[in-house]
């Protein structure tokens, strides 16, 4: 076997810390640790986070995975209002929404986020903004839905498709004041995922009627691009345009299926360990997100568990030296 002075032409380092940003195959020798170390890719895996303090389903959720939001939802009756805050580690309740409800949208941080469109009985177009410590409502929906796709910002979002009553393609653009229409999707469609940075730039996947399709916003236009692998509904989205995930969803019974989007194709990934549809999510891109409590389906079909999905580089160390 070749050494590894061969491979690279240098020596294994001796380091007194790890270094600050190792490359890929890179190895080193950590002489505080004493552990021999290296730097691999990984193309990404689910692991156990903590559960939420009430477990629920059609529950929205906003943030990255260290630091998120999750809102909302079905116990599976009556809907809540239930507001909890997530440390990467665990979930703290806060504050509720203003109007207990299921079947929405949420966008934005875990300090600056927004609640819109849903179910309360029958649908609606409320909208509310959480500021860290409470909700306010602001102004409405142009159109009452529930089951639509939402990314963006708290102040510069976008809702799209959705459920009122039949499948719609009505997209709106928020501007932190006041929601515009724009122009619709292709596809009208509900129960689908959505990943996007602000309302200038979104993705669109997956959703009833049954559709694999992906469509792809510019600020302007919706154009249709390659299509997810597994058709399924009732899927979860977190990232942006260029960089998205889409996870959980259900065909007919809860799916562990994921897939990453890298701008122009989708690539199926790790399961999550537990089938989900209607669940929350967070994420800043394809390497970091948050699955939310969902429908399991085992045994009542209401959920509390979170898994943290992880990709991209990990120093990872092969044993004590």
Same mark, same amino acid.
């Given at each position: 076997?070749?050494?590894?002075?061969?491979?690279?032409?240098?020596?294994?380092?001796?380091?007194?810390? *790890? @270094?600050?940003?190792?490359?890929?195959?890179?190895?080193?020798?950590?002489?505080?640790?004493?552990?021999?170390?290296?730097?691999?890719?990984?193309?990404?895996?689910?692991?156990?986070?903590?559960?939420?303090?009430?477990?629920?389903?059609?529950?929205?959720?906003?943030?990255?995975?260290?630091?998120?939001?999750?809102?909302? /939802?079905?116990?599976?009756?009556?809907?809540?209002?239930?507001?909890?805050?997530?440390?990467?580690?665990?979930?703290?309740?806060?504050?509720?929404?203003?109007?207990?409800?299921?079947?929405?949208?949420?966008?934005?941080?875990?300090?600056?986020?927004?609640?819109?469109?849903?179910?309360?009985?029958?649908?609606?177009?409320?909208?509310?903004?959480?500021?860290?410590?409470?909700?306010?409502?602001?102004?409405?929906?142009?159109?009452?839905?529930?089951?639509?796709?939402?990314?963006?910002?708290?102040?510069?979002?976008?809702?799209?498709?959705?459920?009122? @009553?039949?499948?719609?393609?009505?997209?709106?653009?928020?501007? /932190?004041?006041?929601?515009?229409?724009?122009?619709?999707?292709?596809?009208?469609?509900?129960?689908?995922?959505?990943?996007?940075? *602000?309302?200038?730039?979104?993705?669109?996947?997956?959703?009833?009627?049954?559709?694999?399709?992906?469509?792809?916003?510019?600020?302007?236009?919706?154009?249709?691009?390659?299509?997810?692998?597994?058709?399924?509904?009732?899927?979860?989205?977190?990232?942006?345009?260029?960089?998205?995930?889409?996870?959980?969803?259900?065909?007919?019974?809860?799916?562990?299926?994921?897939?990453?989007?890298?701008?122009?194709?989708?690539?199926?990934?790790?399961?999550?360990?537990?089938?989900?549809?209607?669940?929350?999510?967070?994420?800043?891109?394809?390497?970091?997100?948050?699955?939310?409590?969902?429908?399991?389906?085992?045994?009542?079909?209401?959920?509390?568990?979170?898994?943290?999905?992880?990709?991209?580089?990990?120093?990872?160390?092969?044993?004590?030296?």
């Amino acid at each position: 076997m070749a050494a590894y002075k061969e491979i690279k032409g240098i020596n294994i380092q001796k380091l007194s810390a *790890d @270094p600050p940003a190792p490359i890929e195959g890179q190895v080193w020798y950590n002489t505080t640790s004493g552990a021999l170390k290296g730097l691999k890719v990984s193309a990404g895996a689910w692991a156990t986070g903590g559960d939420l303090n009430t477990a629920r389903f059609d529950l929205a959720g906003a943030g990255i995975q260290t630091a998120a939001l999750g809102f909302g /939802g079905s116990l599976p009756s009556p809907r809540t209002g239930i507001t909890e805050s997530y440390n990467g580690t665990s979930w703290t309740e806060v504050n509720d929404l203003n109007q207990a409800r299921s079947h929405l949208a949420g966008t934005g941080t875990q300090t600056a986020a927004l609640a819109f469109g849903g179910t309360i009985t029958p649908r609606t177009a409320l909208t509310e903004s959480w500021n860290g410590t409470n909700w306010t409502e602001v102004n409405d929906l142009n159109t009452a839905r529930q089951r639509l796709g939402g990314t963006g910002t708290q102040t510069s979002a976008l809702g799209f498709g959705g459920y009122s @009553p039949g499948y719609l393609p009505n997209t709106e653009s928020w501007n /932190g004041t006041s929601w515009t229409e724009v122009n619709d999707l292709n596809t009208a469609r509900g129960y689908l995922g959505g990943a996007g940075a *602000d309302n200038t730039s979104a993705l669109a996947f997956g959703g009833l009627p049954s559709t694999a399709n992906t469509e792809s916003w510019n600020g302007s236009n919706w154009t249709e691009v390659n299509n997810l692998n597994s058709i399924r509904y009732g899927l979860s989205g977190a990232g942006i345009q260029t960089s998205a995930l889409a996870f959980g969803g259900t065909g007919g019974v809860p799916s562990v299926l994921t897939e990453s989007w890298n701008g122009t194709n989708w690539t199926e990934l790790a399961d999550l360990s537990t089938g989900r549809y209607y669940s929350g999510q967070a994420g800043a891109n394809n390497t970091s997100a948050l699955a939310i409590g969902g429908n399991t389906g085992i045994p009542s079909g209401v959920g509390a568990e979170t898994e943290e999905w992880n990709a991209g580089p990990t120093t990872v160390s092969f044993g004590d030296a």
